[in-house]
């Protein structure tokens, strides 16, 4: 761990997190965001927090442990979507490449920093690695490769990493599912130049009460993606 890059070359990666105050379960975010200053790779980390009208759970206390790191940024707002949330957060990138993750899911940091050191020595505008499903109920997990198969079945935005000149005027769409799907889908439409990195980099965690794939008014908002 720890490779040093320079800085000035801007091979770096952000990532971007949008978080429902809704959610009560931070247990995988805290894990790695502590992990974070450990990674020479990783630029910043800006979580950008939805309140609507609820109080976020991750209460002072974690604020102010997590407010030491100097690559962790909060930003607060009412954005009603996690694609409001994310275009939020990548106006805010400044290093080469962004990533694009989930609260409640789980990256392995040690597998990016490859990735990112691996990436650093090709041109590309979209990496794409292998990621597992865990079913967070029955623990049952499942690796997912990235062929062509396999990514156009399971695509995954969480498992990509961008390069931020390619993506810097495509924004997400305002609706609170699919939003990413139709991002992809217009990223993919530039030609993108892809490489795919036979390593697994994240698990997406299901099960969770919260997804907002079990909610009815998110469904409702697909079709304005």
């Not at 790779?41 to 109080?55: A, M, N």
């Not at 217009?186 to 795919?196: H, K």
């Amino acid at each position: 761990m720890g490779v040093c890059i320079d800085a000035k070359e801007k091979n770096m990666l952000s990532i971007v997190v949008p978080v429902d105050a809704k959610l009560h379960d931070f247990s995988n975010l805290l894990t790695w965001l502590s992990e974070i200053d450990k990674f020479e790779v990783l630029d910043k980390v800006i979580i950008v927090i939805d309140k609507g009208t609820h109080k976020s759970t991750l209460n002072e206390t974690t604020f102010n442990l997590l407010s030491r790191s100097q690559k962790i940024r909060f930003i607060e707002g009412n954005f009603n979507s996690p694609g409001v949330s994310r275009n939020i957060g990548k106006s805010l990138v400044s290093s080469n490449y962004v990533a694009f993750w989930d609260s409640d899911d789980s990256p392995n940091l040690n597998v990016i920093e490859e990735v990112m050191i691996m990436c650093s020595k090709k041109h590309f505008d979209l990496a794409i690695t292998k990621f597992s499903r865990v079913d967070k109920l029955s623990g049952k997990e499942k690796e997912f490769g990235n062929s062509t198969r396999e990514f156009l079945m399971n695509p995954g935005i969480w498992r990509m990493i961008f390069k931020m000149d390619f993506i810097r005027n495509l924004d997400f769409g305002t609706s609170k599912m699919g939003e990413d799907q139709v991002f992809l889908a217009r990223c993919l439409a530039s030609n993108p130049e892809i490489i795919r990195v036979n390593l697994n980099s994240y698990k997406y965690m299901t099960g969770n009460e919260y997804q907002l794939t079990k909610s009815k008014e998110a469904i409702l908002t697909l079709s304005i993606s």
